[in-house]
């Protein structure tokens, strides 16, 4: 290649011996070159403090009506749609309740569920992605086969077939442990997992190959090295850029399924506060009362920016280092 | 049916009413059970017996009856010179054709009528000349008028060859053939229905030119549509909708009581929760029903007395009541259980105090998943810990082991009937279909026995108020609230009365300004 | 070339084979019986048993399967569960033809937008009108189409009262009307869209701009349009199809919110209906449906870059 | 004195880097007369692309001249507007690349491309301008020039691309050709043709030339005048005979010293020059070779010297230049000292018989669609034995299945047929066969420095876990460590790489850290492929000493494959020559690079450019390029393209192996005493022009 992408000094000579990369300075010079990333990397961190301490912030439990005659008279509906005020900070939805308090507690389904989600497809994806890479061979075709034949199903139309089969199947269940978790927080779950692990275990899979027969593998087989140990402590460390990049836009595509499902009526069931959801119950008080829509609104779509932000600066970051 | 009718539709005066309703499940006369069915079909379709909105009954097709001293013999005299659509004449062999069809198709409604096991009915329907209809029956039924009447029976032609399927080309809208005020013009499933008015029917030519129905996936698109103007009636606008449909400038609102009730039960077969009467009673005393009329309906609803027979059947209902909310009674009941050890594992003792710990499944319909919430906060008083599983209704009435049927404690969905016998036949005594609580009260039974042959309206005051008793000294059930029906029209509209079941609203007097 | 073409042909039949079992099977796993979803809970015995036998639901699954596709390639669909059992063929195609409107609509609008901004964006790598597009289009590009569809309703319809907020399609609307109804669902769908393939057109271009063949076309002493146009766009624009193939298929996802935002009576609002409705017929002919445009979005892609690629035409 | 096409005074160029602008080039000084090929040359990184680059004002982004001036045609190319410069660019000055298989668009036919400046600057028409461009490849012995013209780029070989690049750049005759690299991609036998041909074409076209280079071989062959580059300043400029002869600066005579040839034959160590070049931030003000000049005085070390008329012509950057020329002090002496460490054994370490090895077996659902790949004989039938203690070489151009050979024998490859012996016993030739004693005496070095070391794994990581697996009694940790610090400092390094990534060390220090590693385990064979080609000269250098040393010091043997010629020679007491995945010749080092050898070693060794300018001579041109060994051809497979071709022997019948005398083996049809014959009377007359075979079909090389 005659003209390469010089981000960083040394592409020939390498520095002289002795000099340690200095990381705070990196970092800085990181921030300034992409402000934006950083704007998107606080406000990802934000959402996830959220997730997790949000319902001990929150002023009232996410189903809890409050009603008027708790504080005195009052019929319940005297307090429904309520506008922002001081004791309700984003005022209060139809049925009553404050809506601040629960998008505090819906971030776990808006956020936590996908993340979860997320989670345990990297994990799976990426597992069976580096096996069947570096496998190669009859089980990669019938496996990469398969996967391809999933991947060809959009997103929305398999989570749309799954979950109507899905959250049936498991409410009929009758098990203890989905009536705990919820059927459909563990439908969505399953059908997000199903989504992914094709498409991220194919990701693993092509980074696989292109660090397969690179000489330190082959270094390693030579040495006598485990396939465990060449998957996992040879290849992984390499596949993982790619991955953590893959893994963040992933997130932010689950967050987007799991609300616009919610926003269809068919993602995490009611009374819980999935923000997806909350716009659709909202939808029709846009002019009474905007403010039930806006939040929710205004929540997914801060969220998904700072998502997005974020990995698109993950992505160069990642780059840069190549 | 069908037909172009450009050129009428672009004339501006075309009186054309446009109706929301939620998209259309089953359009099978025999089997559409709901709102938006019955009403896509009574346009069409007529009733040998109508039931007036307040209830009573009144001669549509059938211009009189008379029912034997035996109560074994029903004879209709059939109105002549009705046609149906396709030109071919009414007459006692339609008759013949829709009752059967009822059977074979297997109606619900059949078992009001009378049913054996195997599903066959326990009468037969003939005809004796071409006006003439008469059915026979097993043993007196004294609902069977109301069987009859019901919003199933919508009356047929004995030369379909399909109900309300579509055909192909020309005939697409062949088999949609009734007598009916109005005529199919036009269905794009899932979108909207348009009808034309029957210049021939037999009851005069309806003053509207035209229906519009208008299909919803949700009741809020659709109160959308209806404050943008673009619809000019809607039924059955749930409770949360009811403020901003107040809202809603040149509308008025319509409400009508009915019997629709959410129903609390609990099982009470052996082993169950509700095996013990104390803990049906402790859910009685430890429920305070007119607080969640009031924040469930901000008090819209009529607060009932744990039975399913509520006001709405004038002499027949009972309003004796002995079970105030009081939550110290429940938690006395509830120890005593403890102490008995008879709560099955349902009551266990917490920090020292003998408490009901089980969960609680609620179907989504209307509002009953916020009372399910309620109940929640308020049974907590008396000691009763429930875990809320409020689930989609097509979970909720599928199969499973918390399915309506099965779950120990549920809140299950009851519209509103002609008739409240057929509360008690379907519902509450051993063997019914959907004896959801196991209920086996021999006492109930043999009075509901009585109660069908009994045709006077006094007699059968007297069984009915017997029968509430029942229910409130061991019924397993709690019933809060029976909750009204409400409606919107457009202020041009003239003319609406408001069915109690809406879907069953005459529009042959309704007009347009 | 012809063999290649064939080869693919038939991947895609295993391919819509293989989904449409899938989708088959898993439709199939739904619990207890259908009919008692469709008819709801005061079904009685005999009305399920009649509605099974109507739909052959009675018979073994995998006879159902056969059935179902010896139908499909019939062309005779099935009926529909509910609402007077419309074939399902007519039913869906209806609906097709106008979300088909809507996605041309939209591709009408996204791809020339989207080349043109992604172009000028990398011509003008590191200037302002480069980063402006950058952001923008990268907050746009993930929003999901509710939010979106929300906030244009918002704009369009409430507050500037332009456009319709819903799309009631009537028979006989005229090309003008029918372009209002679709302008802000195409609209929404186009601005996702266009955040997406704006990105891609950018990094091809750029990428493209780096070869060493654009050195060599400039140090030809050719003009620089001419080097940009004639040399870079071409090979460019390679890629960039994939990608729109690719946003076909996403296109197709995304549309079902989109016309459930906009109640458009498309094939998407009707697969959500078909989903709360349990209409399996219809689940299954959408599902498949869907597969097909994609995959044929894929196919059409690949040969078109094939076609347009000297280096795999050629091979 | 004539006036130059092109000078360059005093030219600083700077890159931007993050925030900063660093300075790649400075001052230099450069001047092309007419009818000159001036040569650039420089270790990589030196700056010769940037210096080329700004000559015809094409430069990156991030670039920015900070000073000086280029003068072509009167004008400061500076200040020429952007109009200005397209009626210069293609028409007075043109390129011609390294990468010349990107440097065509792919989805344009080469017609299009190549009329498109002729077009543009002769003004003439669409049929013209083909005509011209049939005469223009006519030009560079294209014999089927209307074939080519139709063609797609990738339908093309690359010494057939490069022709056309040249055939283009010259098609307007500029006054003056830019050549970066343009051979550095090309085997040995392209590039000698294709270097041999521009040579005669820009003499012919009475253009001028900048052919930028690392190698000083090419250079020596080809360029009239030479400047060398160093860390972006020039250090040297001379004549190119005067400059081989007497070199003035210390580093252009170690950049000499340096080359295995500069041995003369003898086994003499190597020439080091210590150290690494400063790299972009960090070039000082003093003389920027200070640091690793065995001469530097305190002088050197402070100021920058400045760049001299050392008469004739010369310029020097050098302060002690005239101590140097007049002989008084010499920087880079090539030691006479030859260690002579135990010698070869006579018993085998190695023998690996009859392997064999065929690519391209369908996939498994390749065989369901039917798709059919013809497969790759890449190894046929080949034998190869090892002696204890000593040196095999391996040459052959690309692809003739010296890496096969080489992965076959680790096993990380799996032969289908052949033997293989380890010190006598019989080994495996499934990897996962292997007992740990055989992985232990069986090791390798890789080519690529900068993928044989895991990027997320420390220095210390990667030999500890070698030793960890492989030594032959398990070892505490700080055993492990003692042992990695001690063989770290065997290869030259310090005690403190232990815990460096390879993201910070140069090439030269990975492959030691890679050299050390494979020596971890005391191993009996280490396997070397192309160890030193991706490096730089000067560091080249120091790996092979590295070998050496290792060598005498651990009594291991190597297999070493290079297609340098002169590396292997240098390092190897036995040669093999493959062709097309056979071993056409091998035998003792000295009897292979002697005649009589086998057609294709003769064409081999004329090919490789010497860097001696008086050793110019044209190259036995082969025909055409290797073919691919999908379609590998009948009888001799060498017979395509051999210069001392017989007839149809060669076509039909497999040629015999000759013995010599120490077991010196050939294979061919022509008996040795004949050989030696013909080939004494001199080299065949130049063979058919390259176009007679037709352009290479798969095209993929
Ligand atoms: N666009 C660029 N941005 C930043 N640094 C650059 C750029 N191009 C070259 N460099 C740096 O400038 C120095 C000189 O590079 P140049 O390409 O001129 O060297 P070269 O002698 O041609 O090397 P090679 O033999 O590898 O081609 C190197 O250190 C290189 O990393
Ligand atoms: N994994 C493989 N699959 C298919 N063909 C291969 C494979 N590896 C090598 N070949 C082919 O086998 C032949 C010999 O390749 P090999 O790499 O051994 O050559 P080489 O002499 O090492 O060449 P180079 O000098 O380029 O390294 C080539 O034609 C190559 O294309
Ligand atoms: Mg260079
Ligand atoms: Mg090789």
Redesign the interface.
Known sequence: MAEKDYAEPAAHAAPAPGSAPKRRSRLRTAITANPLAFIGAAGVVIFVLLTLFGPLLAPYSYDQIIRGTDIGGETRRALTSRPPSADFLFGTDQRGRDIFSRMLWGARETIGLPLVATIISVIIGSSLGLFIGYVGGLVDDIISRILDSLISIPAMVLALVMISTIVPLLSASGSRLIAVLGPSNISLTTVIVLIYVPIISRIARSATLSVRDRGYIEEAKLRGEGTMHILFRQILPSVLPALVVEASLRLSYAIILVTSLGFLGLGVQPPSPEWGRMVLDARTQISEAPWELWYPVLGIAVLIISFNLMSDGIRRLLRNEE | AGGST?AE?SEPEEKILRIGLR?????DP??G??DPEVMFNRLQYDYLVEILPDGTLEPSLATDWEISEDGLTYTFDLRSGVTFEDGSSFGAEDVVYTFERL??????I??LMGQNED?SATWTVEAVDDLTAVFRLEEPNADFLYGVASRFAMVLSSESEAV???GDGEDTYASFNGTGPFILE???????ARFRANENYWGGAPALDGIEL?F???D??Q???FR?G?LDFVIKVPD??V??LE?VPNATVLTRATNTHPVVRVRTDEGSIGEDVRIRQAFKFATDRE?IN???L??AGTVANNDPIGPTYGELYSPQDNREHDPARARELIEAVLADGTGNGYVVEVDGEARIEI?FYVG?TFEY??VA??LQQQWRESNIYV?L????E??Y????????LNTQLGMTAWGARPTPQEYLSVAYTEGA??NESRWDNEELARLAREASRTAEIDARAALYDEISGIFLESGPVIIPYFRPVVAAHADRVDGIVLHSFPGRTDFTGVDLR | MTRYILRRLLLLAVTLLVTSFLIFALTNLLPGDIARLVLGRDASPTAIENFEAKFGLDRPPLAQYVDWLGGFLTADWGRSFTAGNPPVRDLVLSRLSNSLRLAGLTLAIVIPLSLLLGVVAALREGSITDSTISVVSLSVVGLPEFVTGIVLINIFALWLGWLPATAYIAQDMSFLQWIRLLILPALTASLVLTGYITRMTRAGMLEELKKPYVRTATLKGIPYRRVVFAHALRNALLPTIAVIALSIGWLMGGLVVIENVFNFPGVGSLLVTAVTQKNLPVLQAISVLIVFFYASANLVADLLFALLNPRVRLS | MTEPVISVEDLSIEYRIGREWLSAVESVDLRINPLQIHGLVGESGSGKSTVAMAMIHYLARNARISDGRIIFDDQDLRTVGDSAIREIWGNQISLVPQNTMDSLNPSLRISRQMTEVTRRHLGIGATEAHERAEDALRHVQIADPEQVLSRYPHQLSGGMVQRVMIAMALSTRPRLVVLDEPTTALDVTTQAVILDLLRDLIKEEEAAALYVSHDLGTVAQLCDYVTVLYAGEVMESAPVDELFAGPRHPYTAGLLACLPSSTGGSKARLTNIEGVAPSLGARSSACVFADRCPLATDTCRRSKPPLEDAGDGRLVRCWRWREIAAGEITPFETSQRTERAAGPSRSLVLSAHGMSKRFGEKRALDRLTGRRSPGVQALRDVSVEVNERSTFGLVGESGSGKTTLARSILALIEADKGELRLSDQPVSLELKHRDRETLRNLRTVFQNPDDSLNPYRTVGQTIGRTIHKLSLERRSRSAVRAQVEELLTAVGLTADYYDRRPAFLSGGEKQRVAIARAFAPNPALVIADEPTSSLDVSVQAVIINLLKDLRAAEGASYIVISHDLEVVSYLADNIAVMYLGEIVEQGAGEAVLRFPSHPYTEALLSAAPTPDPAARHHPIALRGEVPSPRNRPSGCPFHTRCPRKIGTVCETDVPPVRTGENGHEIRCHYPLAELKAIQDAGPPASGPSAADTPPDEEGDR
């Open positions: 450009e539709q998209k259309l499940t089953t359009i025999a089997l059970a709901n059977v074979s198709e297997g109606s619900s059949v078992g599903g309300n399927e579509f036009e269905y794009a499933v899932d979108q909207s208008v919803f996936d949700d809020q698109s109160l959308d549509a943008s673009a949360d909708l403020p901003a809202q607080l009031l924040d469930a901000d008090g969960p989504d998943g916020l919430e309620f875990e599983n409020v689930v989609p097509n979970v009435y599928a199969e499973g082991d918390n399915n309506w279909a959907f």
